[in-house]
């Protein structure tokens, strides 16, 4: 690993789980808020602290040096097998800044004929937090086209997002149309078409163990939970893509909590691939 990569680990985490080891597949359950809430206050405050840091370093990073790390880390997803055999996968459309770019990923995908299934946020009725707070969730619709991709508008982050027109007809990654979490979705809709081959995942950072620290709201973890539930779809490959200032030294492991998800490997921008 890159000293650019190693030099980031200057926070020292507590092995609060060192040797807690996450479920994977089906054995997986939902957050709630009373889990979140009984996570330990301290692995809770070293993770708050290491999104601070991290953040912090990607802010400073000239564009063009995301640019290179990006394009680095993107050829290395490209050259992989699963992702040559895949022919439905899902990649995160991101940040203008600060993160490590899709672009290339996606034009790829859709050119290459593949299902390419985007994140889209919203709050289901009645879903609410403890404080009264709305909770959003996160599904996966499709993407149909280059052309769709090109001409997508832009949330407050700056990153290209689907709008609500039409969001009753996209086809979603369970299978089926629609928002599976809606009041009208019907659940047998997705019971055999529902398919993903691989998951391009971002995140804050990830360590050497492939855990992963994302921005604090679970959607994935939660996302990957509802997939797999029951064994009625095989867990796609997960793979991270991130910048080298994104990835911890080996010294350091993340807490870790029954709810979150390992990837299988790591795309990184020094161009190496992570397992």
């Known amino acids: 690993m890159s000293s650019r990569a190693q030099h980031i680990s200057r926070i020292s985490f507590p092995s609060l789980f060192s040797n807690h080891i996450p479920p ?3 054995d997986k359950i939902l957050v709630s808020s009373s889990q979140l ?7 809770q405050a070293a993770k708050k602290a290491l999104r601070k840091d991290i953040k912090a370093r990607l802010s400073s990073l000239d564009p063009s040096e995301i640019a290179t790390q990006s394009q680095q880390a993107q050829n290395v997803i490209l050259n992989l097998d699963a992702y040559k055999r895949a022919r439905s996968l899902s990649i995160y459309l991101s940040m203008p800044a600060a993160e490590a770019q899709t672009d290339v990923l996606v034009m790829d995908a859709l050119s290459e004929g593949k299902k390419v299934f985007v994140p889209f946020l919203y709050t289901p009725a009645g879903s609410s937090t403890t404080s009264g707070k709305k909770r959003k969730v996160m599904d996966l619709l499709r993407l149909r086209s280059v052309e ?3 001409g997508l508008e832009r949330d407050a982050w700056g990153i290209p997002s689907l709008g609500l027109e039409g969001v009753d007809e996209r086809e979603n990654a369970m299978g089926g149309k629609g928002l ?25 950072a990830f360590d050497a163990q492939m855990n992963r620290l994302g921005h ?9 939970t509802r997939f797999c539930q029951n064994g009625k779809r095989p867990k796609p490959y997960l793979v991270g893509l991130c910048l080298a ?6 010294e350091h492991e993340l807490p870790t909590a029954d709810w979150d998800w390992r990837v ?3 795309a990184a921008g020094h161009g190496k691939l992570l397992t």
């Open 24 to 26: 994977t597949g089906h």
């Open 37 to 43: 809430r009984a996570m330990s206050a301290e692995a």
């Open 148 to 150: 769709e991709y090109e």
């Open 180 to 204: 599976t979490l809606a009041n009208d979705f019907d659940p047998e809709s997705g019971r055999k078409d529902g398919n993903l081959d691989l998951v391009v995942v971002p995140a804050v």
């Open 216 to 224: 604090g709201a679970g959607f994935y973890d939660a996302f990957f």
């Open 245 to 250: 200032e994104q990835i911890l030294g080996q």
């Open 264 to 266: 299988d490997a790591v």
